[in-house]
Each structure stands twice: as C-alpha cells, then as structure tokens.
C-alpha cells in the first residue's frame, strides 16, 4: 500500500523562522503537491512537482518555495514564516492521472 | 479551468438514516472524479473513483456515487450511515494529463446522531 510520510504531525515556529516541512513517499510516483488546509477554504495547492528538479506553483505560493532533488522526496519551504501560515500542511502524491495518496499532515503554527 | 462545487457546507443524518453528498463539477471533457474523506487530524483517504465506464461506481465503507454527465454531477450516497461516518468529505475532478494535478471542493462536514 501507498505510504505518504511527513516528517512531523506538529510543528511551532516563530515569525522570521525558515521552515521546512519533509514528505516522502515510497510508491515511486512522479506527481507530488503540498496543499494547505484552513477551515472553511477546503484544499489549496501551493506548489506540484510532475518530476524531479520539476516543479509548478499552485494557487496560492506566495511566501513558499519547494525542493525535489529526489524522486521519493518533496520539501515545503516557508521562507520568513508569518502568523498568516499557521495552517495544516498535506503532502500527496500520485501515478499520472490516479487518485492522490495523502500523509496525514503537518499542523504549522507559526507564533 | 475545471471547478468543483460541493453545496451542502455542513449535513446532519441520523444513524441508519441515508445519506446523499452532492458534488457538481465545471470540465470541459470527460473528467476523472473522485470522493476523498477525512477524520479530524487525519489526512484525505479515497473513498472512490470514476474513470469511465460504468456510471454507478462502488467505493469503500458501503459508498457508492453516480456520474450524471448531463448534470454535470457526481453525487455520493450511502443506504445507512453509521456513526464512524461522521467526517469531511471532499469531491475533486482531475483528468488524465496535467501531471494529477486534482480540484478538490471546500469539502462537505456530516454529522451523524445517535
């Protein structure tokens, strides 16, 4: 079975902190996202990768950056952390068109 | 651009009672169509897909949803929910290219009483 790991399921930064979030996946999918998840704006795509050193921004990468030196594994950068990136974090990743596997998340609060 | 609607924010059912989730979506070709659900502090888990074929597709835990191309719908139903059911439920259309790339609804939160 599909496993998506992210590398922790809480995390407390505070404002100006570069942080980064880690993702693996073991299925050796070539697609990945990093969404972020506020309540009542559902799932919003910050950033995909269709390969490694690949990558596209979503709806919303302001104030993010990503890296994909290898296929397994897809890094969420917040530059200069602020108050307005407290959110949860979901990592995916998928097999051409096939449904999204999802890690079960990272909630980001930023102080 | 593809969309999803999903316009019950929050529903409330009674245990056993049956349950409906409504999904409309906006592509411009036959699209991929999923249901995803969520339980608090977990991620999203497939409940089920429509590729093509068959327009009634069988999920996990007891759902199923009909594609209604001419309604531009992909609703999720459930003869008899129980109360593990109670969750977030997300409606996303995808398709074949653009790297997976999936739009997902705001989701939909069910409730279900005892």
């Known amino acids: 079975d599909v496993k998506v790991t992210q590398s922790s399921r809480y995390l407390v930064k505070r404002t100006g902190e570069k942080v980064f979030l880690e993702c693996v996946q073991d299925?050796?999918?070539?697609?990945m996202f990093w969404y972020r998840q506020d309540p009542g704006l559902g799932l919003r795509l910050i950033y995909f990768s269709y390969d490694v050193k690949m990558k596209e921004k979503g709806d919303i990468p302001e104030g993010y950056s990503v890296s994909r030196e290898k296929k397994e594994r897809f890094s969420l950068i917040l530059e200069s952390a602020s108050t307005n990136q407290t959110s949860m974090y979901l990592c995916a990743s998928a097999l051409g068109g096939q449904p999204q596997h999802f890690g079960d998340g990272t909630r980001l609060s930023i102080l | 651009a593809q969309s999803v609607t999903q316009p019950d924010i929050h529903i409330t059912v009674s245990e056993g009672a049956s349950l409906e989730l409504r999904c409309n979506y906006s592509y411009g070709a036959t699209p991929y169509l999923f249901w995803y659900v969520q339980s608090p502090g977990q991620g999203l888990q497939l409940l089920l897909k429509y590729f093509s074929g068959d327009t009634l597709v069988q999920g996990i835990k007891g759902f199923e949803a009909e594609f209604k191309r001419s309604q531009s719908s992909f609703n999720l139903r459930k003869p008899s929910v129980h109360w593990s059911d109670a969750a977030e439920y997300f409606c996303a259309v995808g398709a074949p290219t653009n790297a997976g790339k999936s739009t997902f609804g705001d989701g939909t939160t069910l409730t279900v009483k005892p």
């Open positions: 299925m050796d999918h070539e697609n």
